[in-house]
Each structure stands twice: as structure tokens, then as C-alpha cells.
């Protein structure tokens, strides 16, 4: 499927002078190299993106590193790769499946930076005002007070990052609570709404999502509660409110997102929620295939048997995917991971393990 090869030994000279004259027998063999695109686990990255040619079933890709990054990182010299195009195409879809599910769960992760203070300040005050005004007096019938709710988490989600206020200082960017924070925790406290400390990784007030919760809880047969259910899932591993158990939370996504299709079988969102059972089952399978001291699987409760179990089960929600929605990207990841699964390969899948809980 892939081909690496490069020099024993090698020195930037030497890796100069063997790139030129590999770039003049493939150019004379195959025709002018072109850039090809941002693919880093070739080490083809920019600048420094080397060139590709393409013949039959194969894309030839050329590329000299110009740094070692230790103690993983690419190795320095020249390396020539050959890889099947059906590999590459398959790349790309699983590219496409990720910037999908990514969609998901946009409207509850969008953060936003202003690029002053002055905006910051603007920004802050009418996110604020537009949040209250959705949680002080619910219109509407039952879908519309859902649907505010989960508009309201967005907006939550928003007033965490304009609460910090971030300046440079000797290049390095400096987080600290912005002026008045104190007071609007509480104003927001009688709401419901709740912020933390900033977060060591986002950089934003923590928010824990209630909001989100609530829509779910409040108002679970409507659209909005469905859909907010579907974001909780997703988020499972940022937010206590899910209730998972440590880092196995495939589990809770699995036994939850079971009850929530027998209790709403004609729920609008069951294409979504079938798609999370396969991939919390495929986790499932992939952490028992996981070699001893594996840091990715660091935590996993799974045995052989129950992950043969998880492994049939994934093949058929996947199986159910491609026939009932064709051409859909949740569709489109069940045809990505069907053949490792029934070839009973690892898949290195993860989604809803949460490593660092």
C-alpha cells in the first residue's frame, strides 16, 4: 500500500545531491513534478512540500526534510514514497467524514478572539445582553424553548472566551479574567449559566454546558432536546453532565444512546445517533486491540470477548448506515471502516475515550 525508501546514512549534502538527481530521472520518467498537497504524515508539509508524480495506480511523492525534530518527530534527509491512489482517496474521504462530524457540534465549541479590547468589551456586552434575553422569559411553545436553549449554550460558549482578556507580553500571549468577570458569574449564576477558572487548554472560561443539559432534560421529545442530546454525546469527554464513567465513556454513549433510540425510535436524529453507537462501538473493538503499555488506550476497561461482541455490532450499524442512507458522510465512514472491521483489524479508533480524564 506504501512504499518508503531513503539513505542508510545520510548528510544534508549528500540529501541535496540525491533529491536533484531523483528530481531529473522521475521528471524524465513520468513528466514535470508538481506540489502536491499538505499531507504531514509524508513529511510533505510546507515550505518545504517537495514535489509528486503520478503513474498507474500509484502516486510517487519526493520530499527532503531540512530538520530532525526529536525524539519523534520526522527524521532529516530525503525519503521517496510510493503509495496506492486508492489510499490516498481514502485519506481524503476520511477527511471529508471529519470535517463533517466536526459540523456537529460546531454551535457548542465556537469560541471567538476580537482583535482588540475595545471589541472585546462590545462583543462581551452584546453576547451577555443576547443571552438573558433567551433565559429570562421562555416564548413559545415547547420546540421553540428547546431551540432557545441550545441558541443560548452557543452563546454561552461565546461569553467564556470574551471574558478573558489576552495581551502580548515579550511574544508570549497572556490570559487573565477580564474586568467585571466576578459580577456577571453572578448575574449569569441566577440563570444557571456557571464559569469556571480559564481552561488550560482552550484558554476560555470553562463552562460546563448546562444549558445544553437542560434543553435535553426539560425537553427531550422535541427536536431542539434531541439535537442538544446529540451535542451532549459529542462533548461527552469536556463535560461532567454526560455522566460518563472515567475515560470509557464509549460506554455511556453506547448504553445512553441505546435508551434514546428504543424511547424515540422516529426521533429525526436517529441517522446521527446510529452513527455514534458505530463509533463507539468500533472504539470499543480498537482499544482490546490495543499493544501493552499503549498510552492511546492508557485506562480502557475491555476484554476480548466484549470487544468481539462491540466489533459484530459496529459492522451492523455501519452495514444499517450504507443501506439506509446512502451517500450520507455517516454512510461514507462506515465504508472507510467496514473492511478492517470484518477483516478484524484495528482501526485505531478512539472517539469517546477520554485519555485524559
Given at each position: 500500500?506504501?512504499?518508503?525508501?531513503?539513505?542508510?546514512?545520510?548528510y544534508?549534502?549528500?540529501?541535496?545531491?540525491?533529491?536533484?538527481?531523483?528530481?531529473?530521472?522521475?521528471?524524465?520518467?513520468?513528466?514535470?513534478?508538481?506540489?502536491?498537497?499538505?499531507?504531514?504524515?509524508?513529511?510533505?508539509?510546507r515550505?518545504?512540500?517537495?514535489?509528486?508524480?503520478?503513474?498507474?495506480?500509484?502516486?510517487?511523492?519526493?520530499?527532503?526534510?531540512?530538520?530532525?525534530?526529536?525524539?519523534?518527530?520526522?527524521?532529516?534527509?530525503?525519503?521517496?514514497?510510493?503509495?496506492r491512489?486508492?489510499?490516498l482517496?481514502?485519506r481524503?474521504?476520511?477527511?471529508?467524514?471529519?470535517?463533517?462530524?466536526?459540523s456537529?457540534?460546531?454551535?457548542?465549541?465556537?469560541?471567538?478572539?476580537?482583535?482588540s479590547?475595545?471589541?472585546?468589551?462590545?462583543?462581551?456586552?452584546?453576547?451577555?445582553?443576547?443571552?438573558?434575553?433567551?433565559?429570562?422569559?421562555?416564548?413559545g411553545?415547547?420546540?421553540?424553548?428547546?431551540?432557545?436553549?441550545?441558541?443560548?449554550?452557543?452563546?454561552?460558549?461565546?461569553?467564556?472566551?470574551?471574558?478573558?482578556?489576552?495581551?502580548?507580553?515579550?511574544?508570549?500571549e497572556?490570559?487573565?479574567?477580564?474586568?467585571?468577570?466576578?459580577?456577571?458569574?453572578?448575574?449569569?449564576?441566577?440563570?444557571?449559566?456557571?464559569?469556571?477558572?480559564?481552561?488550560?487548554?482552550?484558554?476560555?472560561?470553562?463552562?460546563?454546558?448546562?444549558?445544553?443539559?437542560?434543553?435535553?432534560?426539560?425537553?427531550?421529545?422535541?427536536?431542539?432536546?434531541?439535537?442538544?442530546?446529540?451535542?451532549?454525546?459529542?462533548?461527552?469527554?469536556?463535560?461532567?453532565?454526560?455522566?460518563?464513567?472515567?475515560?470509557?465513556?464509549?460506554?455511556?454513549?453506547?448504553?445512553?444512546?441505546?435508551?434514546?433510540?428504543?424511547?424515540?425510535?422516529?426521533?429525526a436524529?436517529?441517522?446521527?445517533?446510529?452513527?455514534?453507537?458505530?463509533?463507539?462501538?468500533?472504539?470499543?473493538?480498537?482499544?482490546?486491540?490495543?499493544?501493552?503499555?499503549?498510552?492511546?488506550?492508557?485506562?480502557?476497561r475491555?476484554?476480548?470477548?466484549?470487544?468481539?461482541?462491540?466489533?459484530?455490532?459496529?459492522?451492523?450499524?455501519?452495514?444499517?448506515?450504507?443501506?439506509?442512507?446512502?451517500?450520507t458522510?455517516?454512510a461514507?465512514?462506515?465504508?472507510?471502516?467496514?473492511?478492517?472491521?470484518?477483516?478484524?483489524?484495528?482501526?485505531?479508533?478512539?472517539?469517546?475515550?477520554?485519555?485524559?480524564?
Open positions: 500500500m506504501r512504499a518508503d525508501i531513503r539513505p542508510v546514512s545520510t544534508p549534502e549528500l540529501s541535496a545531491e540525491v533529491e536533484q538527481w531523483l528530481i531529473r530521472r522521475l521528471t524524465k520518467a513520468y513528466g514535470a513534478g508538481v506540489k502536491p498537497e499538505n499531507l504531514s504524515e509524508l513529511g510533505a508539509s515550505p518545504d512540500s517537495g514535489y509528486s508524480w503520478s503513474t498507474g495506480r500509484l502516486k510517487i511523492f519526493l520530499h527532503r526534510n531540512r530538520s530532525y525534530v526529536a525524539p519523534a518527530g520526522v527524521r532529516e534527509g530525503v525519503v521517496i514514497s510510493a503509495v491512489k486508492e489510499i482517496e481514502q481524503r474521504l476520511r477527511n471529508q467524514v471529519d470535517q463533517a462530524a466536526r456537529i457540534t460546531q454551535s457548542a465549541m465556537t469560541s471567538v478572539s476580537p482583535r479590547e475595545p471589541e472585546r468589551i462590545e462583543a462581551e456586552k452584546r453576547s451577555r445582553v443576547a443571552l438573558i434575553r433567551l433565559l429570562r422569559q421562555p416564548a411553545d415547547r420546540e421553540h424553548q428547546a431551540a432557545d436553549l441550545v441558541a443560548a449554550d452557543k452563546l454561552a460558549v461565546r461569553l467564556g472566551g470574551l471574558l478573558v482578556a489576552r495581551s502580548l507580553t515579550n511574544g508570549s497572556h490570559l487573565s479574567e477580564a474586568a467585571g468577570t466576578d459580577k456577571v458569574r453572578i448575574q449569569l449564576a441566577s440563570y444557571g449559566v456557571r464559569f469556571g477558572d480559564i481552561g488550560h487548554y482552550s484558554g476560555d472560561l470553562m463552562y460546563d454546558n448546562s444549558l445544553l443539559n437542560r434543553a435535553w432534560k426539560e425537553y427531550p421529545e422535541t427536536r431542539g432536546g434531541q439535537r442538544a442530546f446529540l451535542m451532549l454525546q459529542r462533548l461527552s469527554c469536556s463535560t461532567p453532565l454526560f455522566g460518563c464513567d472515567g475515560p470509557n465513556c464509549f460506554l455511556s454513549v453506547i448504553q445512553q444512546g441505546e435508551r434514546f433510540l428504543e424511547q424515540y425510535p422516529d426521533t436524529f436517529r441517522r446521527e445517533q446510529i452513527y455514534h453507537l458505530a463509533l463507539a462501538n468500533e472504539t470499543w473493538w480498537s482499544l482490546a486491540q490495543a499493544a501493552p503499555g499503549d498510552v492511546s488506550a492508557e485506562g480502557a475491555v476484554t476480548k470477548a466484549s470487544a468481539e461482541r462491540a466489533r459484530l455490532k459496529a459492522v451492523e450499524l455501519y452495514e444499517e448506515l450504507i443501506r439506509v442512507a446512502p451517500g458522510f455517516e461514507q465512514a462506515g465504508e472507510l471502516s467496514l473492511p478492517r472491521l470484518k477483516l478484524k483489524l484495528d482501526t485505531g479508533a478512539r472517539t469517546f475515550f477520554c485519555s485524559s480524564c
